[in-house]
Antibody, heavy 120, light 106 residues
Framework: EVQLVESGGGLVQPGGSLKLSCAASGFSFSGSDMHWVRQASGKGLEWVGRIRSKANSYATVYAASVQGRFTISRDDSKNTAYLQMNSLKTEDTAVYYC???????????WGRGTLVTVSS | EIVLTQSPATLSLSPGERATLSCRAS??????LAWYQQKPGQAPRLLIY???NRATDIPARFSGSGSGTDFTLTISSLEPEDFAVYYC????????FGGGTKVEIK
């Protein structure tokens, strides 16, 4: 089955760290660009960042709101992408989705999301 | 950053009615625009790509149009499962999403 499954969400205090995982199956993960998108409760979608495939040097880019605090990585041997979040702020509270940029250059596969709550 | 403005914020319609959703870009995105549908508790689903092309398995009642800065998603006859939130997204310059339009049952 073609799917993405996020994990690692939870409650963390402001200033803390958390690492999310996105396990892929059923497609060529190593050849895919992977993105993270978040959604605060009752709000819209916000693009967080992406990592390209090995063929594109695993290049990463981030939204200004998370630049310098978040790091995206991947392990193609495990078909898994990661989102390392440091110096977390209350405004980072959201459901975090892992998503694949398909050959159409749009997000054609999404995980179910994992909830991150930043609160004291 | 290209800002996408969706209107209206909420659309109250009855099943069988026609829904017309708008997405306006702060600068031209050519045809590099997609529409997604999101139901409560679910991830978004790609409906339309490159402004007017239906994604795989998307019913023909969904159609997209527009180019440049003005885009429209039309649902020709609302089915019960179509009541959801719809987002536009551009890929012309980085990636941004619109704020969403909620289609609710009247």
């Amino acid at each position: 089955e073609v799917q993405l499954v996020e994990s690692g969400g939870g409650l963390v205090q402001p200033g803390g760290s958390l690492k999310l995982s996105c396990a892929a199956s059923g497609f060529s993960f190593s050849g895919s660009d992977m993105h993270w998108v978040r959604q605060a409760s009752g709000k819209g979608l916000e693009w967080v960042g992406r990592i390209r495939s090995k063929a594109n040097s695993y290049a990463t880019v981030y939204a200004a709101s998370v630049q310098g605090r978040f790091t995206i990585s991947r392990d193609d041997s495990k078909n898994t992408a990661y989102l390392q979040m440091n110096s977390l702020k209350t405004e980072d509270t959201a459901v975090y989705y892992c998503t694949r940029l398909g050959w159409l250059q749009y997000f054609d596969l999404w995980g179910r999301g994992t909830l991150v709550t930043v609160s004291s | 950053e290209i800002v996408l403005t969706q209107s209206p914020a909420t659309l109250s319609l009855s099943p069988g009615e026609r829904a017309t959703l708008s997405c306006r870009a702060s600068q031209s995105v050519s045809s590099y625009l997609a529409w997604y549908q999101q139901k409560p508790g679910q991830a978004p689903r790609l409906l339309i790509y490159d402004a007017s092309n239906r994604a795989t398995d998307i019913p023909a009642r969904f159609s997209g149009s527009g180019s440049g800065t003005d885009f429209t998603l039309t649902i020709s006859s609302l089915e019960p499962e179509d009541f959801a939130v719809y987002y536009c997204q551009q890929r012309s310059s980085w990636l941004t999403f619109g704020g969403g339009t909620k289609v609710e049952i009247k």
